[in-house]
């Protein structure tokens, strides 16, 4: 007569790199055990999860299966269709109990979460569609025959191990803007809408290549307009990019093929002026699309899609653009003259002898900031004049013999005669030097004539 023995689950939770065994000791019966694997820092859910929570849950189905081993057309036994295992006061329940046969395979294969609307037929889910809103979607996990989970004989202390996968792909959007617009605008993203791709198909539990999509028939549920939206956001936008879906919001799809921009993108975002904006081009609920471009998208992978945000191209805006500059030779250098210093008069006072006494007023004219010097002679021998005159500038008087004095720009300078009572015969003249800085000596003076 064949052993019945009952199948009791006692699912372990192999977390990150280490596990954590729970046996149920029976006195009557030997427990079957089950274990499950779904890869390191993996989540199990749309948002990050790392432990089996109260209430979570997956589907298993099983055969019998003789001694022959589990291929393709092997005749067998359906003794689990879809059976809900579900985590309860620390343990993993289910109801009916079920029972195996001693000396008999079986093999079994699973997928997590449960879902009581799936279709199953020779090892293929159908049925299987993804939610509308991002917070309702699952990260769908599936275990296909494996090493530990298939051509299992019942014998002491032997486990069944779910080795779990992602089925489904994983859609990222960040976003940021080009340049820093903070000084005239500031963008927030209200919401995330992924429109344009299949939302059901069948997923095969019963394949050998792990490498292999275990995915067919994808399609959009007629009638449904499918796209998945985010709940509402409220994001602002820098040049430092940012996730828009993140957490509850991540998008989980079939994995499919994506004609060129068949699937798109549609991000709504208010643009609202700031001080040096024009509150003309406010914008409350701008849809912004960004079509995707030709892809495979496979189970088990990330595709995280990056977009930046061109406000001058969103509001139409036409900023002010430098052409690059022309270059040319530049023209030969043309000498400029700057004017020179000069002394009015230019040429000596001419005075008869008897008329020599009194004031000789000299004008210097010299470019700002010129600097120059009046200097008198040494000795009053060749210019006899020099003995009878003083020189005044800048209210302070100079003897007409062996003085200097300076100044900078134009000026007046006086020159008094005085005391000169000589009768002379030939020619008598007074004399001073100015001396301006860089330029050639110009001479000012008194010429007495002899009387007639």
């Not at 993804?130 to 989970?149: C, F, H, N, R, V």
């Not at 991000?267 to 079509?291: L, P, Q």
């Not at 009015?344 to 210097?364: C, D, H, Q, R, V």
């Amino acid at each position: 007569m064949k052993k019945q023995l009952l199948i009791t689950l006692s699912l372990i939770a192999l977390l990150s790199s280490y596990s954590t065994e729970e046996e149920v000791d029976r006195p009557s019966f030997k427990a079957l055990s089950f274990e499950t694997f779904v890869g390191k820092g993996t989540p199990t859910r749309a948002v990050a999860k790392t432990d089996f929570a109260e209430g979570d849950d997956f589907g298993v189905i099983a055969y019998r299966h003789g001694t022959d081993p589990w291929t393709d057309g092997v005749a067998k036994e359906l003794f689990m269709d879809n059976v809900e295992v579900t985590r309860q006061g620390g343990e993993w329940v289910y109801s009916p109990a079920r029972y195996w046969e001693e000396g008999i395979n079986h093999t079994f294969l699973a997928y997590s979460p449960y879902n009581a609307g799936y279709l199953f037929s020779e090892g293929v889910l159908t049925g299987v569609a993804t939610a509308t809103e991002a917070s309702g979607q699952i990260d769908l996990l599936y275990s296909i025959p494996d090493t530990g989970s298939k051509n299992l004989v019942w014998e002491e202390k032997r486990k069944v191990m779910f080795n779990f996968r992602h089925a489904l792909s994983q859609i990222r959007i960040s976003a940021s803007t080009d340049r820093d617009y903070s000084g005239y605008y500031t963008v927030t993203v209200r919401g995330v809408k992924l429109t344009g791709i299949h939302n059901t198909g069948s997923l095969n539990l019963n394949t050998s290549d792990t490498g292999a999509s275990p995915w067919s028939a994808q399609t959009t549920i007629p009638g449904s307009g499918y796209a998945v939206v985010t709940g509402e956001l409220n994001i602002p936008l820098s040049t430092t990019e940012i996730l828009l879906n993140s957490d509850s919001e991540l998008f989980m799809q079939l994995p499919q093929e994506i004609p060129d921009g068949a699937a798109t993108f549609e991000i709504t975002c208010d643009i609202v002026a700031t001080e040096a904006g024009d509150a003309a081009n406010n914008i409350t609920g701008k849809v912004v699309s960004v079509k995707i471009p030709m892809i495979n998208w496979e189970h088990n992978y990330i595709y995280h899609y990056r977009v930046q945000m061109n406000l001058q191209q969103i509001l139409g805006l036409k900023p002010v653009e430098l052409e690059e500059p022309t270059v040319e030779l530049w023209e030969t250098e043309t000498e400029t003259q700057l004017p020179k210093t000069a002394i009015s008069p230019a040429k000596a006072y001419a005075k008869n002898a008897s008329e020599a006494n009194g004031s000789y007023l000299f004008t210097i004219s010299a470019p700002p900031g010129k600097k120059w010097t009046v200097r008198t002679p040494t000795l009053a021998t060749v210019y006899a004049l020099n003995a009878y005159m003083t020189l005044v500038y800048d209210g302070n008087t100079y003897p007409g013999v062996n003085s200097s004095f300076s100044g900078i720009g134009s000026g007046e300078v006086t020159v008094i005669v005085s005391g000169f009572n000589v009768a002379i015969t030939n020619v008598m003249i007074g004399l001073f030097t100015l001396i301006p800085e860089g330029e050639t000596s110009l001479g000012g003076g008194i010429r007495l004539l002899p009387d007639n």
